[in-house]
């Protein structure tokens, strides 16, 4: 299993900015997905999942309509469209292998990638 985030960057206080993550070594069309992110004195935190086909998705109540998760099953990539950013938005952010109930246990993620908003 290979996840590799990218699309990490400084964005404005109230700017929108989109991560993405390239999937390679299982079957990415099979499997629900999520996004985490650590954030400094927080740990890691549940964000968004999508389940395998694509319509189900969660989100944590302080993204909720500001977020969207949405996958590319043809490019094996999960992208996360983030608007109407805040500081507590910063982070590392990571995908990861499995659900909302399941990302921890299956442990699988990438190596994140830095999001920061300037306020």
């Known amino acids: 299993v290979q996840l590799v985030e990218s699309g990490g960057a400084t964005v404005e206080s109230g700017g929108s900015w989109r991560l993405s993550c390239k999937a390679s070594?299982?079957?990415?069309?099979?499997?629900?997905m999520t996004w985490v992110r650590q954030t400094p004195g927080k740990g890691l935190e549940w964000v968004s999942s999508?389940?395998?086909?694509?319509?189900?998705?969660l989100y944590l109540d302080s993204v909720k309509g500001r977020f969207s998760i949405s996958r590319d099953d043809a490019r094996n990539t999960l992208y996360l469209q983030m608007n109407s950013l805040v500081p507590a938005d910063s982070g590392v952010y990571y995908c990861?292998?499995?659900?909302?109930?399941?990302?921890?246990?299956?442990?699988?993620r990438g190596q994140g990638t830095q999001v920061t908003v300037s306020s």
């Open positions: 990861a292998k499995g659900g909302s109930n399941t990302w921890r246990a299956i442990n699988q």
């Open positions: 070594g299982f079957a990415f069309d099979d499997a629900a």
């Open positions: 999508i389940g395998n086909d694509g319509l189900d998705t």
